[in-house]
């Protein structure tokens, strides 16, 4: 069983927004900004960069944290990464499977807290 008395979820300040580039397959990067809510709910924003017009995209929903209290999944996204570890002013973007993202671009994918709710 997970210890769960001490783990991101109760002792980390983690509401906030959180910016960040990560890679894109056939952009210049995906600008990236999720703010976490206190009560489980997000709102992520994309922006496409070089692409026509920058495509940007809003949305909202729930999260949930994972059982031992260190990644939270967000709801409603299928067919990308919706996972990510949360750290100190910090959240990991996880792979499809929810595992981190090693090798030389690792540190691409991580978002840094701008602000604190």
Known sequence: MADTS???SNALDWEGTYKGIVPCADCE???TTITLNKNLTYVLT???????NDAESELNGK???NADGLKIVLEGIENAPNQYFVGEN???QLDMKGNRITGN?????????VNQL
């Open 90 to 92: 910090k959240l990991f």
């Open 105 to 113: 671009l690792a540190k691409n994918y991580q978002l840094q807290k």
């Open 6 to 8: 001490h783990s991101a």
């Open 46 to 52: 994309t922006v496409y960069l070089g692409k026509e």
């Open 29 to 31: 990067g995906i600008q």
């Open 63 to 65: 999260f949930f944290w």
